[in-house]
């Protein structure tokens, strides 16, 4: 069985962070393993409490974890703090971890902030250049390309300044901000390709973010290229959404539980 590792924070109401994680990785038939760095006091419309863990408590649940089953693939979702995300950038070293996927989670949908502003440098400076992809949504991306983001044009000159600042491979999530669901990959020395999404009209996005990023490091661990991991992610993503799951009183979660044949290719 193939495995997957999640290092992010927990969502009380499971529709964001480590549950979403969890529930897209067993849906994607890999085998879930969680290395927790907060506990959220979250529901669907807001966070209400934010207590994270100490770095020694996060090194040992990494060193529990990489010591006895190697994950073969790794998402990191909401890490807050420098002394974490230092931590983290430490083991993955230390363990020679592979297909990474960093998602640089900055604020939650309901406008909630889970990274302080100091954090942010260490992030660009240790982690994301471990990554193998890393999945910013447009407001993360400009943070990291010091760009405004308008246009899909925007969107391209964007990805490649982070690709070649950072030295990561970079999906650039269009979701909700612009007018299509479309996101670009773009690759160090490869053509950008773009990944058409029809605008599915739900409400309901809390975790998409979460949910993305962990159906591709799902078909990473699988063997599958980035390309084809990303393609068969937007799959799962664009089901569990068609699916029209509407449950609390804000941006509710999506449905991990639809049935799709063929691993989400279609
Ligand atoms: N309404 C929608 N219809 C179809 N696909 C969508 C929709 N909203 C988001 N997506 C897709 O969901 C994935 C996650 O993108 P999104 O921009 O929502 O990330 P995010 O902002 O990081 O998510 P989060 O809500 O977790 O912060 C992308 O593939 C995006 O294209
Ligand atoms: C623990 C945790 N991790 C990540 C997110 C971001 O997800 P979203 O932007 O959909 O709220 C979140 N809300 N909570």
């Known amino acids: ?21 969890i529930k897209t990785m067993t849906a994607n038939r890999v085998y879930a393993m969680s290395a927790i760095t907060a506990l959220t006091a979250q529901n669907t419309t807001g966070v209400t409490d934010i207590m994270e863990v100490t770095p ?17 693939a790794i998402k990191t979702g909401m890490v807050s703090s420098s002394e974490l995300i230092e931590t983290i950038a430490d083991k993955l070293t230390e363990y020679h971890a592979k297909n990474i996927v960093v998602d640089p989670v900055m604020v939650a949908t309901s406008g909630a902030r889970l990274i302080s502003e100091e954090a942010i440098g260490t992030l660009k400076s240790k982690l994301l250049p471990l990554a193998t992809v890393i999945t910013p949504n447009i407001p993360e991306a400009e943070v990291l390309s010091e760009m405004e983001i308008k246009t899909e044009a925007d969107m391209e000159k964007a990805a490649e300044t982070i690709c070649n600042t950072l030295g990561c491979a970079v999906l650039l999530k269009g979701g909700h901000q612009l007018n299509d669901a479309n996101d670009l990959l773009f690759q160090k020395g490869k053509e950008p390709v773009w990944f058409h999404g029809k605008r599915i009209d739900n409400p309901n996005t809390h975790g998409t973010g979460c949910t993305l990023s962990s159906a591709i490091a799902s078909n990473l661990a699988k063997g599958r290229d980035l390309e084809t991991s990303v393609k068969y992610a937007k799959n799962y993503i664009s089901g569990a959404l068609a699916d029209m799951l509407d449950l609390g009183k804000g941006s509710g979660p999506m449905n991990h539980a639809f049935a799709i044949e063929g691993e989400y290719e279609r």
């Open 1 to 21: 069985m193939f495995t997957a590792l999640t290092i992010a924070g927990s969502d009380s109401s499971g529709g964001a962070g480590i549950q979403a994680d």
């Open 56 to 72: 020694k408590f996060l090194a040992e649940q990494l060193d529990s974890i990489f010591t006895d089953i190697n994950p073969d």
